[in-house]
């Protein structure tokens, strides 16, 4: 994807060439020019077929109804233009065999001088025309056909209104003379022989929203009424507009089922670009936003949060912006630049300066989808581009295979369904690790996704939740169950649907983002941690539901940061607490693996972690150790030193208090290790002393080091640094540790008396868990695995971390259980990630039973 794309046609004009509207499906082309003309072109053929002349026809050169904006209806019937003249004109385009007719059906002024109108848009729901014009006033008028219908024609009484019929106090006014010029009667009887058949439809004062922006609306998109639960669904559409005064604002369009009127209104927070918001395309869940200097902003419609901005290589205003799946092209004064998926391709097209742009898509004589970019430019070109191989990348063919349609039922729920949900959860590259703007792109669409599927499946809510600081949506939803207030219970699943980045592509087998089911193995990049689990745990409810056996409420929060430490998860709960629900009975999770590949496990402990990065650095710059070497203190050694001295030699950790808090494990739970030594089929055999270190014991441990210079083994670095884990169990506490670990290795540093200099940054914690294996909860779970797996599961706890069983718990009043689905060869967060497929569909019917017996 680089370098200039092929010119497929290319006509020229006398004049600019300000809009551009196109009819696939009539294939036919309409550009709107400066000289107040719009071209007609047969695409199959690339000839001009037509000219609209618009305003005086006897002028030689009329620029005073210059066309600055089209639109059309879904159906190709109706063709809108509006510009510098401040009307409206509607037209009927009939294209038959080759015979093409136009007429103006319609003109549409407004009552106040509104100047030049800028941006239009119609609503096919509600046959609504929107524009937004010069004095920043936003206008609509309503069942517009209803109203062609409807038509009484008073010409005489309308055509006086018209902008140019009215008094002008500068340009009527009289003259030096004390006389006005009169009008050529001649003029005016040609423009009413013109206009006899043409309807004049009059905007009410009602129907005008006066400083709509602080500055001249420069847009209006439309916003797809396709996706549920994400607006306020009493409205029939909605429309977002974009102004000078920098802001993107969204509007609403209800229409009263009784007396069929349209009224509008705007209850949404602004989204403010800091910068003239020129041009504005949607392509759901985003709102992209074209602004000056080069800017291209991207918004999360969703959430309303700013997700990214892009930058073209020349800081020119974003004159237009089309958008065509991930593909962004964006128009300034020199050029055309291309952005996906990271990468950036400019290139001129030589038309001047360019002034409007669409993506064009045909279906071929053989049936084939083709692509074009349509430019028009300053020097009266319109061009064809070929953008066949730029859109032709491994992506596009993913997300074609990832259907956004809201679904108006519940389909029939089985296994083919569960997998087609599964392929499409992988498909979304949802590396929240990643600072790239295609994965922050993946992660809403993943969002977006699920919380469509959630309704799709029978959710009787479902939204998304905005996180603070920009991070990715917590995705919120409940199934509410048939039983009595008073008896069932509320249950709240908790999953996530980021992954970790899949690494050198060359060591996988499959694409890891592409599911492959093989030899009983579902393979793909999540596929066991964690949206194998998800998907299990969301059709094991909607079945229910659908079945109308679901007894007790079950909301699931599903997150899209944990793989970064859950950041703003907790004040997301407690903020929306009223909504999620105040109390929960149980938190149930399917976040881990079985010990072997054989037994089914309950987990019921985790321990904690404090990863910190520790520096020390010097006020110099990096040095030569031949040239600089033992002049003075170096940072590396001195760090090596405070390292040295966090564990003895024996592997005691050195951090005062570190072991104070620690308790003995009990009998029962030397039973619970010892049985799974016994039983399990671990590959490395494991004794219970082992397990105990490993699971109910705190660790330290070295996991980077770091130098600042070129690495050649001849510079002293001038900044050295390390990153150390520390795993906690439960009975410590993260906060006591952070601050010992401060005050110790501070001390450390202290006692070198070095005119370097040392910090200590935290770069994410988690609290350990300890849950209750003998509760309720973890009874009803072991009886279900019994029953499902014939055998007694093994009682395990794990040696890593999940950030935000806690402070869930503490959050929700209820206690936790971790029912882990794969086994110890799924290889999560590593090459070749695999979940057994037997075990995916058993965890389903599990949960089915375990959520209507708690």
């Known amino acids: 994807m680089s370098g200039k794309p092929d010119l497929i046609h290319r006509w020229n004009h006398t004049y600019s060439i300000l809009s551009i509207c196109s009819f696939p499906k009539k294939k036919l082309l309409f550009a709107g020019t400066q000289d107040s003309k719009i071209l007609v072109f047969d695409l199959p053929g690339y000839s001009l077929i037509d000219t609209i002349t618009i305003g005086e026809p006897n002028e030689a050169i009329n620029t005073r109804s210059s066309v600055l904006c089209l639109d059309k209806s879904i159906d190709e019937k109706y063709l809108f233009s509006a510009g510098t003249d401040s009307l409206i004109r509607i037209w009927s385009i009939n294209y038959d065999v080759g015979h093409l007719r136009i007429n103006e059906i319609a003109t549409v002024y407004s009552v106040t001088d509104i100047g030049d109108i800028f941006s239009i848009s119609y609503l096919d729901s509600i046959q609504t025309l929107v524009f937004g014009c010069l004095n920043a006033s936003l206008l609509y008028l309503d069942n517009i056909l209803q109203k062609l219908e409807t038509y009484s024609n008073n010409f005489e009484c309308h055509m006086n209104r018209l902008p140019h019929r009215r008094y002008d106090k500068f340009f009527d006014s009289f003259g030096p003379t004390g006389c006005a010029t009169p009008s050529s009667q001649e003029s005016l009887d040609t423009l009413a022989n013109k206009k006899e058949n043409i309807m004049i439809l009059e905007i009410p004062s009602e129907n005008i929203v006066k400083y709509a922006h602080n500055g001249f609306i420069y847009s209006i998109c439309k916003i797809p009424n396709t996706f549920k639960g994400i607006f306020n669904e009493d409205c029939s559409e909605r429309i977002i507009s974009g102004g000078g005064d920098g802001v993107s604002k969204i509007w609403s369009f209800t229409k009263n089922n009784e007396t069929g009127s349209v009224s509008i209104s705007s209850d949404f927070?602004?989204?403010?670009?800091?910068?003239?918001?020129?041009?504005?395309?949607?392509?759901?869940?985003?709102?992209?936003?074209?602004?000056?200097?080069?800017?291209?902003?991207?918004?999360?419609?969703?959430?309303?949060?700013?997700?990214?901005?892009?930058?073209?290589?020349?800081?020119?205003?974003?004159?237009?912006?089309?958008?065509?799946?991930?593909?962004?092209?964006?128009?300034?004064?020199?050029?055309?630049?291309?952005?996906?998926?990271?990468?950036?391709?400019?290139?001129?097209?030589?038309?001047?300066?360019?002034?409007?742009?669409?993506?064009?898509?045909?279906?071929?004589?053989?049936?084939?989808?083709?692509?074009?970019?349509?430019?028009?430019?300053?020097?009266?070109?319109?061009?064809?581009?070929?953008?066949?191989?730029?859109?032709?990348?491994?992506?596009?063919?993913?997300?074609?295979?990832?259907?956004?349609?809201?679904?108006?039922?519940?389909?029939?729920?089985?296994?083919?369904?569960?997998?087609?949900?599964?392929?499409?959860?992988?498909?979304?590259?949802?590396?929240?690790?990643?600072?790239?703007?295609?994965?922050?792109?993946?992660?809403?669409?993943?969002?977006?996704?699920?919380?469509?599927?959630?309704?799709?499946?029978?959710?009787?809510?479902?939204?998304?939740?905005?996180?603070?600081?920009?991070?990715?949506?917590?995705?919120?939803?409940?199934?509410?169950?048939?039983?009595?207030?008073?008896?069932?219970?509320?249950?709240?699943?908790?999953?996530?649907?980021?992954?970790?980045?899949?690494?050198?592509?060359?060591?996988?087998?499959?694409?890891?983002?592409?599911?492959?089911?093989?030899?009983?193995?579902?393979?793909?990049?999540?596929?066991?941690?964690?949206?194998?689990?998800?998907?299990?745990?969301?059709?094991?409810?909607?079945?229910?539901?659908?079945?109308?056996?679901?007894?007790?409420?079950?909301?699931?929060?599903?997150?899209?940061?944990?793989?970064?430490?859950?950041?703003?998860?907790?004040?997301?709960?407690?903020?929306?607490?009223?909504?999620?629900?105040?109390?929960?009975?149980?938190?149930?999770?399917?976040?881990?693996?079985?010990?072997?590949?054989?037994?089914?496990?309950?987990?019921?402990?985790?321990?904690?972690?404090?990863?910190?990065?520790?520096?020390?650095?010097?006020?110099?710059?990096?040095?030569?150790?031949?040239?600089?070497?033992?002049?003075?203190?170096?940072?590396?050694?001195?760090?090596?030193?405070?390292?040295?001295?966090?564990?003895?030699?024996?592997?005691?950790?050195?951090?005062?208090?570190?072991?104070?808090?620690?308790?003995?494990?009990?009998?029962?739970?030397?039973?619970?290790?010892?049985?799974?030594?016994?039983?399990?089929?671990?590959?490395?055999?494991?004794?219970?002393?082992?397990?105990?270190?490993?699971?109910?014991r705190p660790s330290l441990s070295i996991t980077t080091l770091r130098n600042s210079g070129p690495g050649n083994i001849t510079v002293i670095p001038r900044s050295s640094s390390m990153g150390i884990s520390i795993r906690l169990v439960p009975g410590q506490s993260v906060e006591r540790v952070k601050k010992d670990l401060f005050d110790y290795v501070n001390d450390c540093f202290a006692k070198l008396s070095s005119k370097n200099h040392l910090s200590i940054k935290i770069l994410n914690d988690a609290e350990p868990w300890l849950g209750d294996p003998t509760n309720h909860a973890y009874q009803v779970v072991r009886e279900e695995l019994v029953a499902a797996w014939e055998t007694e599961p093994l009682f395990v706890r794990e040696g890593g971390s999940i950030p935000c069983i806690r402070a869930l718990e503490r959050i929700f009043n209820a206690k936790a259980i971790q029912i882990p689905c794969g086994q110890s060869t799924d290889n999560a967060h590593l090459d070749n990630e695999n979940l057994s497929i037997k075990n995916w569909t058993k965890l389903a019917q599990i949960l089915s039973n375990v959520f209507n017996r708690l």
């Not at 079945?547 to 859950?566: K, M, P, Q």
């Not at 520790?614 to 040239?627: A, R, T």
Request: charged share 20%; net charge negative; glycine share 8%.
């Open 269 to 696: 927070e602004e989204l403010d670009n800091e910068e003239s918001v020129l041009s504005q395309s949607v392509e759901f869940p985003f709102l992209y936003c074209g602004l000056s200097d080069g800017a291209v902003n991207i918004w999360d419609l969703s959430t309303q949060q700013l997700v990214t901005t892009l930058h073209t290589p020349d800081k020119h205003d974003i004159i237009a912006l089309s958008v065509y799946k991930d593909h962004i092209f964006a128009i300034n004064a020199s050029g055309v630049t291309l952005f996906h998926q990271d990468l950036v391709n400019h290139w001129n097209p030589n038309q001047g300066k360019m002034l409007s742009c669409e993506v064009l898509e045909r279906i071929s004589e053989s049936g084939d989808r083709i692509f074009s970019l349509l430019t028009g430019g300053n020097d009266g070109s319109l061009t064809l581009w070929d953008i066949q191989n730029s859109l032709k990348t491994e992506s596009l063919q993913k997300r074609q295979s990832v259907s956004w349609t809201t679904y108006k039922k519940a389909p029939t729920l089985d296994f083919e369904d569960m997998m087609s949900s599964m392929k499409k959860l992988i498909s979304f590259v949802t590396v929240s690790q990643s600072s790239e703007t295609s994965h922050k792109l993946a992660l809403r669409r993943c969002a977006t996704f699920l919380q469509q599927l959630f309704l799709k499946l029978g959710a009787s809510a479902s939204q998304l939740l905005p996180v603070a600081g920009g991070h990715n949506p917590v995705i919120f939803a409940v199934f509410k169950g048939t039983g009595s207030a008073s008896h069932k219970k509320s249950i709240l699943w908790y999953g996530h649907y980021d992954v970790i980045s899949a690494g050198e592509r060359d060591r996988w087998n499959t694409d890891p983002f592409v599911l492959t089911n093989e030899n009983g193995y579902m393979k793909g990049r999540g596929v066991t941690d964690n949206k194998g689990p998800l998907i299990s745990a969301i059709y094991s409810v909607a079945m229910l539901q659908q079945e109308g056996n679901l007894y007790n409420d079950v909301t699931f929060l599903i997150e899209g940061d944990e793989e970064i430490g859950s950041p703003g998860l907790s004040n997301v709960c407690e903020q929306f607490k009223s909504l999620i629900g105040d109390n929960m009975d149980w938190i149930l999770l399917s976040n881990s693996t079985w010990v072997d590949r054989e037994h089914p496990c309950l987990n019921y402990g985790l321990r904690g972690v404090i990863n910190a990065e520790i520096n020390v650095f010097s006020d110099e710059k990096d040095l030569h150790s031949g040239v600089n070497g033992g002049i003075s203190r170096e940072p590396t050694f001195e760090l090596v030193n405070i390292i040295s001295k966090l564990q003895d030699e024996k592997g005691q950790i050195k951090i005062p208090n570190f072991y104070s808090e620690l308790k003995e494990l009990s009998e029962e739970e030397l039973n619970r290790f010892k049985i799974v030594t016994e039983v399990a089929n671990i590959e490395k055999h494991r004794t219970v002393e082992e397990l105990t270190a490993n699971w109910a």
